[in-house]
């Protein structure tokens, strides 16, 4: 088999999944580099794309098809200083002036990936100058879609609508069908990440009417995906599961696994957010085996969304009901969800570089509850304060990556944990009755220094007195009795105060603190067992406070496409309006006039309030927007269409002319962004790319247009006036 066809089956598998991989023998491989694409092809076939192979492969390939195919697999797979490399090497063996163009469109995708969008459109001005010159309006209006696109990314939202908009006029006026159709869904994404959720629900639908009547069964399940995510930020949770489940059959028809598990992760997200936990772990679950692990973000959001419902079922498994306690199997069961969270937090850090110490701190304190959660109960003795000191250990790890607010809570924690250990210890010391009275005494200290940190002050304010109450039993020698009655009143007032707080029937903290008073309330028979017995409960219940507190069940972290941590506004909403050069190093320069397209305007410009497009709807920005005419650049007749320009075999052989076509229709197949579209993990290193070695920049002259000159003119003889003038004073004088 042709190498080339393999590269291709490698992108194409990486792409949307399946498992046409498997029916390649890589003995069969014919071409230049062999043994290096049997490499890359088990490295594939184990769900990740090896760096290094793919670097020796873009060094030692010669063919300018193979290099591009292997550039887009760098790229899919967010390698994207690599991918760059690859192109900007098959750049400078390529004089096809049709390959030309589509190397220089990607190259721009590559630098929009990394954020850079002065790069990102220096190289889509190159491939619109390429299209422009041989006469492709096709070609043409998908480079203003993806700097459209790019523009989208940067949150600059007039531009990226006004790029867009011309793109799509463009494809309607050459009657390219499927072209308009991903312009409508590319406008809806735009509104969409505006915010603008009517506007954006409409061009989805516009988009998918259009995809359907084509039949592009793909296309248009990934636009049922984004309508689902649409109706799930509005809360219409049936609408939102419907689009899902619809996406998700004709991707199973499409046998496209990737892009099942995608909308998998985004289900199981919609569950996560209505509080169903327990629906989230399935498709989620599935969701994590079917993504690639160089998928990002998808992979990323996935494992994070995973974990927090190992969290979210750990925490229901503890739930205490009005009198009954969780059993022990249930703790143990919560304990096992934990440490499975805490495994995919784990395993999520390393992959991030925004984010990375928020995921560090769930996961140690995911990891200090599985400790805790077996900590309750029946559990006595050393048991227990071993326990007591591995969850106290791993609080450590977290406060060491906590924020200053965070911080606090967790330290607050600590000394909770620490009035436990105290507690559990007096098992241990049964014969001695002073050392039994100052551990007593210690605990109640240490939970007094962590009830000054609960959500609820009152609430801590009337555990302090019951704590003070308790010290105060054990440091007089007097009857008891009154001192174990005012304490137990304090807890009563607390225990309101707790299960005003609690919401949904959950009163796990409030139950704790009512059995703590029934215990001090009963006959002072055994005082030093009462207050060990009331202090267990009263900690308990403060570490269930606190850790709600710390470790937020209801906010689900986003990551963005470039892994950059999405700042959360509401619950389950994300601010979008993010600057591409905000998000990477200071020197990154800002976009001059000079690297954007040079497009040849109409004078005849309009605004937003009367700019109706095609289907009639009113775009509502503030910015000057493309007039009627859509400002499109004054181009020769059209040679021909795009995708037949693009079937240009090299070779006679079967193979290698379909690959060769497949190899250059990647301006078709990416022109329609989707959300499998990857990130790379790593922190980006800005290499200076060596400029293109024909195309040069070229200084832009304005000539001056008739009404200037006129202008001139009449200046330039105000000014002949007013010396004759001055010439006949001086002379009369």
């Avoid at 062999?34 to 010669?62: A, F, H, M, W, Y």
């Avoid at 022109?671 to 922190?683: A, F, S």
Wanted: net charge negative; glycine share 6%; with cysteine.
């Amino acid at each position: 088999m042709n190498q080339l066809v393999v590269l291709q089956e490698i992108y194409a598998s990486f792409s949307k999944g399946g498992d046409g991989l498997q029916k390649i023998d890589s003995k069969t491989i014919e071409g230049s580099c062999p043994e290096l694409l049997s490499k890359l092809l088990e490295s594939t076939r184990k769900g990740r794309i090896d760096e290094n192979v793919c670097r020796e492969l873009s060094l030692k390939l010669q063919d300018v098809y193979e290099i591009k195919r292997l550039g887009d697999i760098c790229r899919r797979a967010g390698l994207q200083d690599l991918a760059i490399n690859t192109y900007n090497r098959a750049l400078s063996l390529s004089r096809d002036p049709i390959l030309r163009p589509v190397l220089q469109n990607n190259l721009g995708q590559a630098f929009a990936h990394q954020g850079d969008l002065a790069k990102a459109a220096f190289y889509y001005q190159k491939a619109a100058d390429c299209f422009a010159k041989e006469g492709d309006h096709i070609g043409l209006a998908h480079v203003l879609g993806n700097l459209g696109s790019a523009y989208r990314k940067s949150g600059e939202w007039d531009k990226a609508i006004e790029y867009c908009y011309r793109s799509l006029k463009t494809f309607e006026e050459k009657g390219d069908d499927l072209g308009i159709a991903q312009m409508t869904g590319s406008l809806g994404r735009i509104y969409a990440d505006m915010g603008e959720k009517e506007l954006a629900a409409r061009y989805f639908e516009r988009s998918l009417t259009d995809f359907q009547r084509l039949g592009d069964k793909r296309s248009a399940a990934w636009v049922l995906d984004r309508l689902g995510r649409i109706a799930g930020q509005r809360m219409d949770w049936d609408k939102a599961l419907r689009y899902f489940n619809s996406s998700l059959s004709l991707f199973e028809e499409q046998g496209e696994s990737q892009s099942q598990g995608i909308v998998l992760s985004n289900l199981g997200r919609i569950y996560l957010q209505m509080g169903q936990a327990t629906a989230a772990r399935e498709p989620l679950e599935r969701a994590v085996l079917l993504i690639s692990r160089q998928m990002k973000p998808s992979y990323q959001n996935t494992l994070y969304c995973l974990a927090k419902t190992y969290s979210s079922l750990a925490i229901d498994c503890l739930q205490e009901e009005p009198g009954r306690s969780s059993s022990r199997q249930q703790r143990l069961e919560a304990s096992r969800l934990f440490v499975q969270a805490a495994d995919r937090y784990q395993e999520l850090a390393p992959t991030l570089a925004d984010g990375q110490a928020e995921i560090k701190v769930a996961a140690a304190i995911a990891k200090s509850r599985s400790y805790l959660a077996r900590l309750c109960g029946d559990v006595q003795g050393e048991e227990a304060l071993m326990l007591a000191e591995r969850a106290q250990a791993f609080l450590d790890n977290a406060a060491a990556n906590a924020s200053d607010g965070d911080k606090a809570g967790i330290l607050g924690l600590q000394r909770i944990i620490a009035g436990m250990k105290e507690v559990h210890s007096i098992g241990l010391l049964a014969n001695e009755p002073l050392m039994l009275t100052r551990a007593l005494n210690n605990a109640s200290e240490y939970l007094m220094g962590g009830a000054q940190g609960l959500a609820s002050e009152e609430a801590g304010g009337f555990l302090c007195q019951a704590l003070k109450n308790i010290i105060d039993v054990q440091r007089s020698g007097r009857d008891p009795t009154e001192k174990l009655q005012t304490a137990a009143a304090a807890l009563r007032h607390a225990e309101r105060h707790f299960g005003a707080a609690e919401i949904d029937g959950k009163e796990c903290s409030a139950n704790r603190i009512a059995k703590a008073a029934e215990i001090l309330e009963e006959s002072a028979a055994n005082v030093s067992g009462q207050c060990q017995a009331a202090l267990l409960h009263i900690a308990g219940a403060m570490a269930s406070n606190s850790l709600n507190k710390i470790d937020d069940s209801d906010s689900i972290l986003t990551w963005d496409e470039s892994l950059h941590l999405l700042p959360m506004i509401e619950k389950g909403e994300f601010a979008v309006n993010i600057k591409i050069n905000d998000l990477h190093e200071q020197d990154i320069r800002p976009i001059a006039k000079t690297d954007l397209p040079v497009l040849e305007i109409s004078k005849e410009r309009y605004e937003a309030r009367d700019l109706i497009l095609a289907d009639g709807w009113l775009v509502p920005i503030k910015a000057d927007m493309a007039c009627r005419s859509y400002g499109q650049l004054l181009l020769p007749a059209i040679r021909q269409q795009f995708n037949e320009k693009l079937e240009m075999p090299l070779e006679p052989e079967n193979e290698r002319q379909e690959s060769h076509k497949r190899a250059l229709t990647d301006a078709n197949e990416e022109r329609y962004e989707e959300i499998n579209e990857v990130r790379n993990n790593e922190t980006i290193r800005f290499s200076e790319v060596a400029p293109d070695p024909e195309i040069e920049k070229e200084s832009q002259e304005s000539p001056f247009s008739h009404s200037k000159a006129v202008f001139l003119l009449k200046v330039m003889t105000a000014l002949l006036l007013m010396l004759l003038a001055i010439e006949a004073i001086l002379y009369l004088i």
